[in-house]
């Protein structure tokens, strides 16, 4: 079913000069087997056209993916022209992203 | 051994004032520690300190001294911070207690180009400032997590190489270092527990570097394996996170509800890498700008012409332009009918800054029809670049000193 991708993935980002990180996690095992097929760099990308060279990491631990969206913010928080100069937001705009969620995880 | 109890009262340069009394007087801690520092702080503090030699430290972490220090050296809480800045031995002087402070961060004289160059230092100093009995420990620019681990080192006794203890600390600290945004603030799913007002954290860690993260009965928000998930997941790498300290491996962290918080344990560390992170502001020039309200129809077609006039009276150089289209056709309120183009001047001359808002509001009755902007104009200010670099760790001289 196609629903906001945060309707099953909670999300945090931030700022390391101009680089920004998103971190996103799920809160079942199945969800985590799902979204870690599913959240490829390539999809990231797709979900958030403004990104540019991405790294990404898998922590199953915290079933959660890490991912570092390089040079986002230019030269860092206090020269970024980009709208939302710190990436604050940027995990809960990829969360309001619309993703086919497979029925029995929602 | 009992756990030691390390609460946070700050998460970065102008968080809740009351903090610091609300953890010092919700229940039992043996250690305090804030966090006040972050790239951007550390410029505005530059600036602070290029205008007066004696300030570049966190002003607020002295109002709340002024306040709350009396009752700290009463319960016998130490306190732990990096509040000091640019200047941690000015601060330290201006407090009264047995304060020590850490020095040796300050690598200008490397970088002289730079109007802040700091590196980040570990948590060796703060343990023996703690060990020489200090009751208040005040750093420069110091790793966040270092506070907490600073502290349990020196009450542990454990060795450089403990990495596994160290690495658990280093979570902790992680956890620790951003305030409420473990407890329940700005976590995705607000809307399950009551986050009107968080209770800043604590961990109570345990002499294997494992810890519980909980918070002083009785506060708002929540500790659950989602809240403390969402800050383990805020500016981070790869999984294998440097530090001064310790490398730790966060693919290894294992996180367990409690009762009175999460449980966390399993943290696995290796040795830190040769070399000290160092963060490097430079000013880079003057910034300004300025928000057009288009309303209505022809929202293009305006942004061209507001767009075209601006670049005639101060040329394109160093303007970005952006056009939200915040607008929608037929809308029942004047501000969903409106689009917003926002324009930013980035230039090393602050007149060209200054000349930019004069030029934007001396279009007001020459432009679009329905022109406004969204603030009166300002002269501009300066901004920093922000860059990090890299030195060998024996070429930074770290040292503690007991006032």
Redesign the interface.
């Given at each position: 079913m196609k629903r906001p991708l945060?309707t099953i993935?909670?999300?945090?980002s931030?700022?390391?000069?101009?680089?920004a990180?998103l971190?996103?996690?799920v809160?079942s095992d199945a969800a985590y087997e799902w979204l870690n097929g599913f959240l490829t760099v390539e999809k990231l990308k797709e979900l958030l056209p403004e990104a540019g060279e991405v790294?990404r990491?898998?922590?199953?631990?915290?079933?959660?993916l890490?991912f570092?969206l390089h040079g986002l913010l230019g030269?860092?928080?206090?020269?970024s022209?980009r709208?939302d100069p710190q990436a604050?937001a940027l995990?809960?705009w990829l969360?309001s992203r619309e993703a086919e969620i497979p029925e029995e995880l929602l | 051994m009992t756990a030691l109890r390390i609460g946070n009262a700050s998460g970065f340069y102008g968080d809740r004032l009351s903090a610091m009394r609300e953890q010092l007087e919700g229940g039992e801690l043996d250690v305090l520690t804030g966090d006040y520092l972050a790239?951007?702080t550390m410029?505005i503090l530059g600036r602070d300190r290029m205008k007066d030699s004696s300030l570049g430290y966190a002003k607020t972490f002295m109002r709340q001294m002024e306040d709350c220090l009396a009752l700290a050296l009463d319960q016998g809480v130490k306190i732990v911070v990096n509040a000091g800045g640019l200047n941690p031995e000015g601060l330290a002087r201006k407090l009264d207690a047995k304060v020590g402070y850490v020095t040796g961060d300050d690598l200008r004289s490397r970088f002289p180009e730079a109007l802040t160059a700091n590196a980040y230092l570990g948590a060796w100093e703060i343990a023996e400032c703690l060990e020489q009995g200090a009751q208040v420990v005040v750093t420069g620019r110091v790793t966040d997590a270092s506070l907490v681990v600073g502290p349990a080192a020196a009450h542990f006794g454990w060795a450089r190489d403990d990495w596994d203890r160290l690495a658990g600390a280093t979570v902790a600290g992680h956890v620790l270092e951003c305030g409420t945004?473990a407890t329940g603030g700005?976590?995705?799913?607000f809307t399950e527990i009551d986050v009107t007002r968080p209770g800043f954290p604590i961990a109570e860690i345990d002499e294997d570097g494992s810890c519980l993260i909980t918070k002083h009965e009785g506060t708002g928000g929540a500790v659950t394996v989602?809240t403390v998930?969402?800050?383990?997941?805020?500016?981070?790498?790869?999984?294998e996170y440097l530090g001064p300290d310790v490398t730790t491996h966060?693919?290894?962290?294992?996180?367990d509800e409690h009762p009175r918080g999460v449980r966390i344990s399993g943290t696995k560390g290796s040795p830190p890498p040769e070399t000290l992170k160092v963060c490097l502001?430079t000013l880079?020039g003057f910034?300004n700008s300025a928000t057009f309200v288009l309303t209505g129809l022809d929202v293009e077609e305006k942004a061209e012409l507001v767009k075209r006039q601006l670049v005639n009276a101060i040329g394109e150089d160093g303007l970005?332009w952006?056009l939200?289209r915040t607008d929608r056709p037929d809308a029942e309120t004047e501000e969903q009918a409106s689009a917003l183009l926002?324009v930013?001047i980035?230039t090393t001359d602050p007149k060209r800054a200054k000349a930019f808002s004069r030029s934007g509001i001396e279009l007001a009755l020459a432009s679009y029809p329905g022109f406004h902007v969204t603030a009166p104009p300002s002269d501009g200010t300066p901004?920093?670049?922000?860059?990090?670099a890299y030195v060998p760790r024996d070429e930074v001289q770290a040292k503690a000193v007991m006032l």
């Open positions: 945060g993935a909670g999300a945090r931030g700022d390391k000069g101009g680089d990180n971190g996103v996690w809160r790294s990491y898998e922590l199953p631990n915290l079933r959660a890490n570092v030269d860092g928080v206090a020269s022209t709208f604050k995990g809960e969360r | 790239e951007l410029l945004q700005n976590y995705s799913f989602d998930t969402a800050q383990l997941l805020y500016e981070i790498g790869a999984p966060f693919d290894t962290i294992r996180l502001n880079g910034r970005t952006t939200a926002h930013m980035k901004f920093g670049v922000y860059r990090a």
